[in-house]
């Protein structure tokens, strides 16, 4: 069992407790193991009892919790706290934002038990006098619900992908001697995913009765791999590799194309003897058929192996998990150039932002940890709030001091396109921004991006020779890839940036990748696919626009 499954259960476990009425102190106990766990870069099935003590924040109580989820995949008590609670009641402890002490009101007041119910209250406007609701916070639930309902049958790409490989090794496994790959979502690597789907040559047959026999799968007409629709492609040895690039590409990129059936021996043999150019599976989307003729080939498109750096990462100064000292210590074993520390600011006090004094304390480590490294530079940074106002967080003097700054947004983030779009463009125009972080703000299946006029900001960064974020964490890949083609009309540079809090998110690196592909993106207008000399030629230019 994986740390993020440990603390998916722990969580719920904290919120059964709320919703139960247990002890406030047990439940807050539970609710900062949830964080602390998350945290960890060390998956805890490969510790014992000791080593899981000695964790900080993971008392004996929690650790016998952990040992007995790694140890049978279960927790009794977790599983005594469901068998008394309504199964809807459960599934809306998942909605974001919808808190056991709201759903207790609803449950215990309304006697509302699924979220068909409460839809049909809400709907009806029955939750307005409930105590602690009211109009505004009725219609607040019902966004969050409906997001939830849109939301339900979808995956993150970086949570599925890791299944969907283990299993087709299994399906390879099984029928050896036949021909099997992903296709469909998963191979043009979407941020969100609805299926799983394997192309294969198998008999259809056997593979059915091999899914009916398997203990991970569920179902019978449709099959369930982890919580995730399972499906299958069947074709035959001549016609596969065609299959392939017609299961795995959006209809409209498909009839665009006008591609000829043949037998071919791969993928790339699909459009070279159709005399096409070979459209990388990422990039074979709907929003990219207009953009078809300003593809720069597969050659020129960024891959995982052009990142020179990694810019946008936190360490314990702010809310990170791994010390500066680690955290470099493990881009260099990636082969980096360099690594730009960004840590949270000070108007990010639930992150332990910097303060001023901090901020110079950091900096004389800064320096202190780069003349240890000769294959990495070590700059630093940080990532400067965008106040309600467009306002970044420090005084000129303070940024002034620091080699690159990502301004982004973090809190009152309930704003109209106006408001956001004006936020951000002032917050653009100001001198010391560097890169734009994460602009809309989202987090995929969990909240909703704020809205932003796109074109508007993308201009604005031009204007103001200011990159744009690529958020390589998977809950956000945040500036959205649709957007790369018209940034690179106005020149604009995007920087990829892992946004790293632990050495383990260094690895989201390979995320963000997959969705500047999808995009389009070239390699020479990817920031961090700059090399050191490159990359200090870019922060020289970035000096000069501050006017010091």
């Known amino acids: 069992m994986t740390n993020r499954e440990i603390a998916k259960k722990i969580n719920m476990l904290a919120k059964l407790m709320e919703l139960h009425d247990e002890n406030p102190f047990k439940i807050k106990s539970y609710s900062s193991a949830y964080l602390n766990i998350r945290k960890q870069p060390v998956e805890f099935s490969s510790l014992d009892e000791a080593g899981l003590n000695s964790i900080q924040g993971i008392g004996v109580t929690i650790s016998t919790k952990i040992l007995e989820l790694i140890n049978t995949g279960e927790l009794q008590d977790l599983n005594n706290y469901l068998e008394k609670t309504p199964e809807g009641i459960v599934e809306m402890l998942n909605i974001k934002g919808f808190g056991p002490k709201k759903i207790k009101l609803i449950w215990k007041e309304l006697e509302i038990e699924t979220i068909g119910e409460l839809l049909y209250a809400?709907?009806?406007?029955?939750?307005?006098?409930?105590?602690?609701?009211?109009?505004?916070?009725?219609?607040?639930?019902?966004?969050?619900?409906?997001?939830?309902?849109?939301?339900?049958?979808?995956?993150?790409?970086?949570?599925?992908?890791?299944?969907?490989?283990?299993?087709?090794?299994?399906?390879?496994?099984?029928?050896?001697?036949?021909?099997?790959?992903l296709t469909g979502e998963i191979h043009q690597k979407r941020t969100i995913v609805s299926s799983i789907e394997i192309l294969t040559t198998a008999p259809e047959n056997e593979v059915q009765s091999f899914c009916l026999e398997h203990e991970k799968i569920q179902g019978g007409k449709e099959f369930i791999l982890d919580n995730c629709l399972l499906g299958f492609v069947h074709t035959n040895n001549e016609d596969f590799y065609f299959d392939l690039v017609k299961s795995s590409t959006h209809f409209s990129f498909y009839d665009s194309l006008g591609l000829a059936k043949n037998k071919f021996n791969s993928e790339e043999e699909v459009f070279t003897k159709n005399k096409k150019p070979f459209y990388i599976p990422e990039f074979r989307e709907e929003e990219n058929v207009e953009h078809i003729n300003q593809y720069v080939g597969p050659q020129n498109i960024i891959s995982e192996s052009n990142i020179k750096g990694t810019i946008h990462n936190h360490s314990t100064y702010s809310d990170g998990v791994n010390t500066i000292d680690a955290m470099i210590a493990a881009a260099d074993k990636k082969g980096y150039e360099y690594f730009v520390l960004t840590d949270h600011s000070k108007s990010a006090f639930y992150a332990n932002g910097l303060s001023n004094e901090r901020i110079y304390q950091q900096l004389d480590e800064i320096k202190e940890v780069d003349q240890r490294y000769d294959n990495i530079r070590l700059f630093s940074g940080i990532e400067s709030d965008i106040l309600s106002n467009g306002d970044l967080d420090y005084t000129d003097d303070v940024l002034g001091d620091l080699d690159v700054i990502v301004a982004s947004i973090h809190s009152n983030l309930k704003m109209d396109i106006e408001k956001a779009t004006t936020r951000l463009i002032r917050a653009i125009e100001n001198p010391f921004t560097s890169i734009l972080g994460h602009p809309t703000g989202r987090l995929l299946l969990s909240r909703k991006a704020y809205p932003i006029d796109h074109k508007k900001v993308i201009d604005a960064c031009a204007d103001n020779f200011v990159a744009i974020e690529i958020n390589a964490n998977p809950l956000r890949l945040d500036m959205d890839w649709r957007w790369i083609q018209y940034a690179l009309d106005k020149d604009v540079l995007f920087s990829i940036n892992p946004d790293a809090h632990s050495i383990k998110g260094l690895d989201d690196m390979y995320f963000g990748v997959c969705a500047a592909r999808k995009g389009g993106l070239p390699i020479s207008h990817c920031l961090n696919a700059f090399d050191l000399e490159a990359f200090e030629d870019w922060m020289a230019e970035q000096h000069e626009k501050r006017g010091f």
């Open 122 to 181: 809400i709907n009806e406007n029955r939750l307005v006098d409930l105590k602690g609701f009211g109009t505004k916070t009725q219609a607040s639930v019902k966004e969050q619900l409906e997001y939830f309902l849109e939301s339900s049958d979808k995956h993150l790409y970086a949570n599925i992908v890791d299944n969907a490989n283990d299993f087709l090794i299994e399906i390879k496994s099984a029928f050896p001697e036949f021909k099997s790959m």
